[in-house]
């Protein structure tokens, strides 16, 4: 018995394009602060943001956060925001998909492959 190896790989870019962090530019209009890890500081024009810097807005002020993928959340007068990973639009993209299932998906097919490449190149029928 003989086994045949097939190989086959997921596009790097496809993963990496859905699980990339989101790089962000905050947008300021009045009393907005960024908050990079080291307290908050009063941003006064537009500011390059990563994840987990935190937005907020004072009184008279407000903010736009703009992301790589043209998706833009507001910061409103009182608000805290948390610059996401993920740009929050991703889902209005895509409505309906859920991402969890479309790699859940991609993990099973590639298990099925598998399978299948391994099951043996036995080429003898069975006999009834």
């Known amino acids: 018995m003989s086994l045949k190896f097939q190989s086959f790989s997921i596009p790097a870019f496809i993963v990496a394009g ?5 790089a962000a530019t905050v947008t300021p209009s009045g009393n907005v602060y960024i908050d990079r890890g080291a307290g ?18 004072m009184a008279g002020g407000n903010a736009t956060i ?41 993990a099973v097919a590639g298990g099925v492959a598998a399978a299948i ?11 009834p």
Do not use: R
């Open 18 to 22: 859905t699980l990339s962090a989101a």
């Open 117 to 127: 490449a391994l099951s043996g190149g036995d080429d003898k029928p069975a006999s």
């Open 40 to 57: 908050y500081q009063a941003i006064a024009g537009p500011v390059e943001a990563k994840p987990g810097d935190v937005v907020m807005a």
């Open 66 to 106: 703009t992301y790589d993928t043209g998706c833009q959340q507001a910061v409103d007068v009182g608000a805290v925001v948390v610059v996401s990973e993920v740009a929050p639009c991703v889902a209005d993209v895509s409505p309906g998909v859920d991402y969890t299932l479309v790699i859940g998906g991609v």
